[in-house]
């Protein structure tokens, strides 16, 4: 479970690194613009992702700590028990997306919404914890659905 763990502390530890060094920048400064893509202090928002939910910091802060504790409930006892998703990369898709969880926890906690601050300007303004909770989830379907087709395949012997 290390990989699990450390992989979670690793995700906390550079997104708040990183939402203090923005944070030291004025609100609405662009810190870093290179084309297409600019890293910008914005105000925490108090939505989720993609605007939705705005003002919903409260509710959102609830899921939240229930996600986590889903998410440390499946991965400490009953992902083990499902051997086709105990592996290494299997726990370490689990803790990008806990480390994300509560890399934006803290944020809601402590300012009462979340610093987004890396802007492709295509693509709504984003976090390193949003980052992590996106690659988790893809990474931990593909282990899914890829475990489905493992299992579904028909016996030669």
Same mark, same amino acid.
């Given at each position: 479970?290390?990989?699990?763990?450390?992989?979670?502390?690793?995700v906390?530890v550079a997104?708040q690194?990183?939402?203090l060094?923005?944070?030291s920048?004025?609100e609405?400064?662009?810190?870093?613009q290179a *084309?297409f893509?600019?890293?910008?202090?914005l105000k925490?928002h108090?939505?989720?992702a993609?605007?939705? /939910?705005? @003002?919903?910091? %409260?509710?959102?802060t609830i899921?939240?700590?229930?996600?986590i504790?889903?998410l440390?409930?499946?991965?400490?006892?009953?992902?083990p028990r499902?051997s086709?998703?105990?592996?290494?990369?299997t726990?370490?898709?689990?803790?990008l997306?806990? *480390?994300g969880?509560?890399?934006?926890l803290i944020?809601?906690?402590?300012?009462?919404?979340?610093?987004? /601050?890396? @802007?492709?300007? %295509?693509?709504?303004?984003f976090?390193?914890a949003?980052?992590a909770?996106?690659?988790g989830?893809?990474l931990?379907?593909?282990?899914?659905?890829?475990?489905?087709?493992?299992?579904?395949?028909?016996?030669?012997?």
């Amino acid at each position: 479970m290390w990989s699990f763990f450390l992989t979670a502390l690793g995700v906390v530890v550079a997104d708040q690194l990183t939402k203090l060094w923005v944070r030291s920048y004025p609100e609405s400064q662009t810190i870093f613009q290179a *084309g297409f893509f600019r890293l910008i202090h914005l105000k925490p928002h108090t939505g989720a992702a993609f605007g939705l /939910f705005q @003002d919903q910091s %409260f509710a959102l802060t609830i899921v939240a700590i229930v996600g986590i504790a889903l998410l440390l409930v499946y991965a400490l006892i009953i992902r083990p028990r499902f051997s086709p998703l105990d592996s290494r990369l299997t726990r370490t898709a689990l803790g990008l997306i806990l *480390g994300g969880a509560i890399g934006n926890l803290i944020d809601r906690l402590c300012l009462g919404g979340v610093t987004d /601050f890396i @802007d492709f300007t %295509f693509w709504p303004v984003f976090n390193i914890a949003d980052s992590a909770i996106t690659v988790g989830v893809i990474l931990f379907a593909y282990f899914y659905l890829r475990s489905l087709r493992s299992d579904s395949k028909p016996d030669d012997g």
